[in-house]
């Protein structure tokens, strides 16, 4: 299973940040697996932003959670982040990555710089 972000390196405050993640050698209908997006800021940990699941269900950091949106195209294996009024403290680097059934992250994308600047 291969997982790859794309998107926009650069949005400015106030605006949407969206990222898409595009899977590939597994789909995303899969029972059992759930389809996560987290971000590391520069010099801090990383964070949960939130899930879809195979169902298509969603759940999200409950800090985030006002501002996020994720969803899917299933006829393209994606699944896409939208986060809203971006300020610059959401500059990180993001990542998405598979949660397999045993509830670990099993596969992660090569995560992708984005930054929040005027």
């Known amino acids: 299973v291969q997982l790859q972000e794309s998107g926009p390196g650069l949005v400015k405050p106030s605006q949407t940040l969206s990222l898409t993640c595009t899977v590939s050698g597994g789909s995303i209908t899969t029972n059992l697996y759930w389809w996560s997006w987290v971000r590391q800021p520069p010099g801090k940990g990383l964070e949960w932003v939130g899930y879809?699941?195979?169902?298509?269900?969603?759940y999200y950091s409950p800090s985030l959670k006002s501002r996020t949106s994720i969803s899917r195209e299933t006829s393209k294996n994606q699944f896409t982040l939208q986060l809203s009024s971006v300020t610059p403290e959401d500059t990180a680097v993001y990542y998405c990555?598979?949660?397999?059934?045993?509830?670990?992250?099993?596969?992660w994308g090569q995560g992708t710089q984005v930054t929040v600047s005027s």
């Open positions: 990555g598979r949660v397999g059934g045993g509830g670990y992250y099993d596969y």
């Open positions: 879809i699941a195979f169902s298509g269900s969603t």
